[in-house]
């Protein structure tokens, strides 16, 4: 089979940048165009040199629909409303879609599982291994320590110019700790606390956040019983473990039924 090629949309971005890179070191994966926003200063200039690898012959473009027309996948880590537009875009090309984007509101999910009808989307609020085994462990750690004796807390960290809180990773591992405790995350959240908040509700899940400097992303989740506690931590080190992740998910879409799929699918990682 020929390498999957590939279009990077918010190309000239960080994560941009990182997964034109990581779609030169994986095999299989052929870069074939970049795409940045309308009127973006970088239009014309070549995805390689914006990414410090050389030039790579692959100019950026403005014309997503021109673009994804020549792709057989699209790697997309940009914003929720812009995500749901490459959504509709892939679905109409019958690419795969792969979305690392977070801060989803109901309506925009909503909008990518009915573009998931006609295409393969992989999307998920974070794409490296060890986020996605961890998302495992904690729900069968939650599964195994009784509520009414073990709270769950979230604790994240990331740089200062990350716009969504708490983190589409946080949200992730405090899904999996929900579906452990066979409840919803929706309903038993507590994501502030100020003032006199009287004594900590029992079964609920707790989220705490941090922004500053330039942290990739630190994700612990603290259980904390009488006497003891268990901390279940990833710490990303390199925007590149996303980067390869998405590449790898879009390699195991190609060819898959449409439908909305995530990393636990492209790791084949048992839920149970």
Known sequence: MSDMKLVVVGAAGRMGRALVDAISAVDGAALCAAVERD????????????????????????????????????????????????????????????????????????????AATRTAIVKSGNMSLGVNLLSVLVRQAAMALEAADWDIEVLEMHHKHKVDAPSGTALLLGEAAAQGREIALADNSVRVRDGITGPREAGTIGFATLRGGSVVGEHSVILAGEGERVELTHKALDRSIFARGAVKAALWGRGKDPGLYSMLDVLGISES
Request: charged share 20%; no cysteine; net charge negative.
């Open 39 to 114: 009127g973006a200063d970088t239009i014309g200039a070549d995805a390689g040199e914006l990414a410090g690898m050389g030039t790579l012959g692959v100019p950026v473009t403005d014309d997503a629909e021109a673009a994804f027309a020549k792709a057989d996948g699209v790697l997309d880590f940009t914003a929720p409303a812009v995500s749901v537009r490459f959504a509709e875009l892939a679905a109409a090309a019958g690419i795969v879609h792969v979305i690392g984007t977070t801060g989803f509101e109901t309506a925009q999910e909503d909008a990518v599982a009915a």
